[in-house]
T-cell receptor, first 114, second 118 residues
């Protein structure tokens, strides 16, 4: 089955600097890669996703890149703000059908230093 | 966006009792739902895939007789933790994918249920 590895487990950056979180996946059939932000005690919230037919996607301060050959994908947050502090999860799924399960990475706890 | 609800949001029970958690898709039909478990400071671990009208599919290492799943309608899946023990204390989250044309498969998560077993 799919295995998603994520690093770093914790990340502390100065407000205004950029943060990068990296993930790898094992199943070459995976073609949908969502990123989630989770605050304490809350449900995961989708912040951006990318599909295997593109290499990069950007939404304001957030961007995701995908290297299908290497099975790597990364989240980039620029101009970080205090409200970016949370736990971030990468995930992978095969979006071949509506029944495709999503496998999560281990998570990165991002702290933004004022 | 689509809405998924869970009930209850919190439950405290005694060891040995059973607890039922409901997951509902409020504005769309979900033939499939997923149940996750999340321990403190850990990731979401997929427990099982709930299939409407058929048996659930459990992930390796998840006891199907302990975590009973029923998906009797297109908008409701239930997870029953039977004979709960303190080690079952966790945050249980369901999700439901909404299938749309264009091969999109966005998952909508419920707000989670915090189970504490004394």
């Amino acid at each position: 089955g799919e295995n998603v590895e994520q690093h770093p487990s914790t990340l502390s950056v100065q407000e205004g600097d950029s943060a990068v979180i990296k993930c790898t996946y094992s199943d070459s059939a995976s073609n949908y890669f969502p990123w989630y932000k989770q605050e304490l005690g809350k449900r995961p919230q989708l912040i951006i996703d990318i599909r295997s037919n593109v290499g990069e996607k950007k939404d304001q301060r957030i961007a995701v890149t995908l290297n299908k050959t290497a099975k790597h994908f990364s989240l980039h947050i620029t101009e970080t703000q205090p409200e970016d502090s949370a736990v971030y999860f990468c995930a992978a799924s095969s979006a071949a059908s509506s029944a495709s399960k999503i496998i999560f990475g281990s998570g990165t706890r991002l702290s933004i230093r004022p | 966006g689509a809405v998924v609800s869970q009930h209850p949001s919190r439950v405290i029970c005694k060891s040995g009792t059973s607890v039922k958690i409901e997951c509902r898709s409020l504005d769309f039909q979900a033939t499939t739902m997923f149940w996750y478990r999340q321990f403190p400071k850990k990731s979401l671990m997929l427990m099982a895939t709930s299939n409407e009208g058929s048996k659930a599919t459990y992930e390796q290492g998840v006891e199907k007789d302990k975590f009973l799943i029923n998906h009797a309608s297109l908008t409701l899946s239930t997870l029953t933790v039977t004979s709960a023990h303190p080690e079952d204390s966790s945050f249980y989250i369901c999700s439901a994918p909404r299938w749309r044309s264009g091969s999109e498969n966005e998952q909508f998560f419920g707000p989670g249920t915090r189970l504490t077993v004394l």
